[in-house]
């Protein structure tokens, strides 16, 4: 339960400084690239993508998906 706290807590922090943000996730369950949209572009975040793939939490999934989320 802690983990996906501070899953959520990265996330809304996230989304509390940008409009929106994107996960793309491959198929084997790990965040492949990450953006955040920022005066309506869409940026690449590594760090973003980074943090989360050293969280112990995979996504199950058999197919690549993109995963947006806005404020």
């Given at each position: 339960?802690?983990?996906?706290?501070?899953?959520?807590?990265?996330?809304?922090?996230?989304?509390?400084?940008?409009?929106?943000?994107?996960?793309?996730?491959?198929?084997?369950?790990k965040?492949?690239?990450?953006?955040?949209?920022?005066?309506?572009?869409?940026?690449?975040?590594?760090?973003?993508?980074?943090?989360?793939?050293?969280?112990?939490?995979?996504?199950?999934?058999?197919?690549?998906?993109?995963?947006?989320?806005?404020?």
């Amino acid at each position: 339960m802690r983990l996906e706290s501070y899953y959520s807590m990265l996330i809304e922090m996230y989304l509390n400084k940008y409009p929106q943000i994107k996960l793309h996730i491959d198929a084997s369950g790990k965040v492949a690239k990450t953006e955040k949209e920022s005066n309506g572009v869409w940026l690449l975040d590594r760090n973003l993508k980074n943090i989360l793939n050293k969280l112990p939490i995979t996504f199950e999934t058999y197919k690549n998906i993109i995963v947006t989320l806005k404020h």
